[in-house]
């Protein structure tokens, strides 16, 4: 062809026609591309019967804001850096509320005020430490408490029982279980193509590994870190313990730690392992979920809530969980007044108090809307780590997740168009059947359990535009919600 | 309902019920949501005429080893971190393509040979420093030349004209612009939903920037880096000089330093800058493009091409641009191998050399091939950044495109079915109207121009389990073309 012809035979160095023709070729590629993007979108609207442009529009305005504004990051960066990690019951979540509520009311809501919520409060205390005892030498491990996880109460010194399933611990008598440490060793399966899925079916064990340790017998539960990296950094999470059997520690190792546990054990099966943890769980205290209002302008009676969860744990900065959740929540609230959006119905933005650990705020944020008996048209969370959106993940009636679809459209055009079963935002749950729609923001899942729960959850390791392209999607959908209702 | 009474009632932490029904209640909708997954699959199929269900059983055999593969991480921390940046011309450039020799040859592939190539070699030398003067006091100003700039013979010091469109420099007489410095203001858009064209419409600047200036009798250009952040970091890149005019010496300012001298023009628009750039082209040396093959078992003289470039700037470590591509391509010929793939098509793994100025390697190829009278089906290139990928772009007759939106329903539970136009690998384009399909892996880009050619590309900012996910795209992809062809 002669234009490749031409493109290969004037390549040279010092007088960069190659360079330049790139650049127009693609430039106008670009254009062409961009006409037919416009076309297909025009016919694709067409035959879907969405509403009118206006919506479009709407969202076009919304999404200008939230991507050229500097507000949101700097944001994630104060809540990240300056106040940190923020365990529920910690000064640092007292912090974050106030900070919230203070950031917020700068944004001018119609109403803004903190609901009051019993919380659970434990602490890690001085950092736990471990070590393995083989052969006369002792190794370290890098290990967490997992959260709720009672202490070891000075030294713990036992040996060891390793199971990669629930089917390997049953198959193990009382007695070859009785007085060890239940090491708990299934990794992540990297070949699931969800790594949320992956996590899911491996979170069991944290989940209530202690709890079927000390069915057992057992006198500590270890635990493989969730996440499919193989470093150095133990990720911790939630654990049950069940009334009717002795709470024992259960703590997280490095998937590095675990790995070193497990072949030292196939040397020497009866090597022992040694547990300080400090951990304790002092009495509950007062907290607060953080709740703005823009009040409806037609139907000020129906609500549609957007939230995050303003805890984290206490290791890192809880940058990716929650923080991206929450500044993108509260830049809902900033472009609405920004753009001078007034919403038909009652926008509410909700920061739950301790989703990490029991969903109290989310629990008491539902209870109190049924005693006040509000008609919730959708709630919606961020909960996913902040990163590149794909869409939404919706549990509602057929007849909604129809609408849904329709509407996802109007979100394809910012990459944010998928629909997905399952919702996944935690604090949502109590409020099923009260909410005609419970929706959580889907994103990449490739990077989230590199860092969730673990000391590497900080600020760097967030995209501002990724979480930007999420607080967009979040402000266009909870428009939509609020112009229509459901 | 019931249920959801159940749960909310019963929330209590020390006995952590409401986790335990949270996870049993995600893990039943999750084997339900796979169940219903396989069926819409297995009816799409049907629809789709896709051959057989061999080729699913392929492609989830390739996912597999690369998912699970530590390899190719490995090379990528490898070729970063102890390697590094390596500019065509430079040692490192030797390494590299020694190394990759080296390892692409445990891979056993049927042969591996260099294609020997001159390149140009610019050395950017001491590094650049600049600064401005204003009512008596100095500011420093972080910078980079652009590849190929000639240097400053010492100390530049001129007064600065600030333009944000060609129009505005073009509305300028020649005596405004004369023995000044021209300092290219626009901003990438960052309302752009798509990053790469907000990169495509600001990068005219440093393509051009320094020609436009100098046709107007200005000695030196000044650059915007062409990205979304705010931060400190220079981004250099290629730009070119014309013939018909001087070459005048051209950088990148980080965009805070932008801001700042923006901002001082505006208070002291006589304000002087100071430019020490030591930049210099030498001589064209030698150097390869390194090419490995898997010889097809019943068409062998039919060539699919998959490939990156090893190549870098000479700023940060090149892990981003191109290393990802590089392992990934490499990570192709190791899963062909390993899961025991014979490709009924010559498979050819091409790492080429220098695409980042003047793409002298593709064009070597393109020569060689053409001398050859070689038939390629395709050719496939991975130069976007290495973060999840969406699918491919596409450069095709439509016969040809529709075939890949066939393939695509294969690769759209790996979430990489999506199918655009335009493809984007610099190397390729020699092989238009060689090549029945040029195709380029397409990458979600949130991230790429926060990094993009400046010492911010660093392997710490790579997800592995990106490049994974891209590396079975690619693998799939190229065993679908080894196996029908085109």
Redo the contacts between chains.
């Keep these: 062809?002669a234009?490749?012809r031409l493109?290969?035979q004037q390549?040279?160095?010092?007088?960069?026609?190659?360079?330049?023709k790139?650049?127009k070729?693609?430039?106008q590629?670009?254009f062409s591309?961009v006409f037919s993007a416009v076309i297909t979108l025009m016919i694709t609207s067409a035959t879907a019967q969405v509403r009118d442009t206006a919506d479009s529009l709407m969202i076009r305005k919304l999404?200008?804001v939230v991507?050229?504004g500097?507000e949101m990051d700097a944001n994630l960066r104060y809540l990240s850096r300056h106040i940190g990690a923020r365990m529920t019951g910690s000064e640092q979540a007292k912090q974050a509320v106030d900070w919230a509520r203070s950031t917020m009311s700068q944004y001018r809501p119609d109403s803004i005020y903190l609901q009051p919520v019993m919380v659970?409060h434990w602490v890690r205390g001085a950092k736990e430490s471990a070590w393995f005892t083989t052969g006369g030498s002792s190794v370290k491990l890098d290990l967490s408490a997992l959260g709720?996880s009672v202490g070891t109460g000075g030294t713990l010194t036992a040996r060891v029982v390793e199971v990669r399933s629930w089917a390997e611990l049953s198959s193990l008598s009382d007695e070859q279980v009785r007085g060890k440490v239940v090491f708990f060793n299934r990794a992540m399966d990297?070949?699931e193509?969800e790594?949320f899925?992956a996590y899911?079916?491996a979170?069991?064990q944290r989940?209530?590994g202690a709890i079927a340790a000390s069915k057992k017998g057992a006198i500590g539960a270890l635990i493989r870190s969730l996440t499919?990296?193989?470093d150095d950094y133990p990720h911790t999470g939630?654990?049950?313990?069940?009334?009717s059997v002795a709470k024992i520690p259960a703590a997280a190792l490095s998937t590095n730690s675990a790995d070193k546990l497990s072949e030292a054990l196939k040397k020497d099966p009866k090597l022992q392992v040694s547990l300080k943890m400090n951990c304790i769980?002092l009495p509950?205290v007062l907290s607060y979920n953080v709740i703005a209002e823009l009040r409806g302008a037609i139907h000020p009676e129906e609500f549609v809530t957007v939230g995050a969860h303003i805890d984290t744990w206490d290791v890192g900065e809880g940058a990716s969980d929650d923080g991206t959740g929450v500044v993108q929540a509260m830049e809902v609230l900033r472009v609405f007044k920004a753009t001078g959006l007034k919403p038909a119905r009652t926008l509410r933005v909700i920061l739950y108090m301790n989703e990490e650990?029991?969903?109290?705020g989310g629990?008491k944020y539902?209870?109190q809307a049924k005693a006040r008996n509000e008609y919730h048209v959708a709630a919606l969370e961020s909960d996913a780590g902040g990163f590149?959106p794909r869409g939404f993940r919706i549990e509602a009636s057929p007849e909604v997740v129809a609408r849904f679809k329709e509407w996802a459209l109007l979100l394809a055009?910012?990459?944010a168009g998928d629909v997905q079963?399952?919702q996944?935002g935690?604090d949502l749950?109590?409020?099923?059947?009260?909410a005609k729609a419970l929706l959580s923001l889907d994103c990449?899942d490739?990077?989230l359990f590199?860092i969730h729960h673990s000391a590497l959850d900080t600020y760097d390791k967030i995209?501002?535009?990724?979480v930007a392209?999420g607080a967009g999607a979040m402000a266009a959908m909870t428009a939509l919600l609020c112009k229509y209702g459901l």
């Design positions: 062809m234009g490749s493109i290969i390549v040279v160095w010092d007088n960069n026609e190659f360079m330049n790139l650049f070729f693609f430039r590629h670009t591309f999404y200008d991507l050229s500097e659970p709720g990297a070949r193509v790594t899925k899911l079916a979170a069991d989940a209530q499919l990296a193989k939630a654990m049950s313990y069940d009334a769980q509950d650990a029991g969903a109290h629990v539902a209870e590149s055009p910012y990459k079963s399952q996944r935690v749950v109590p409020m099923k059947g009260m990449d490739s990077r590199y995209n501002p535009r990724e392209m």
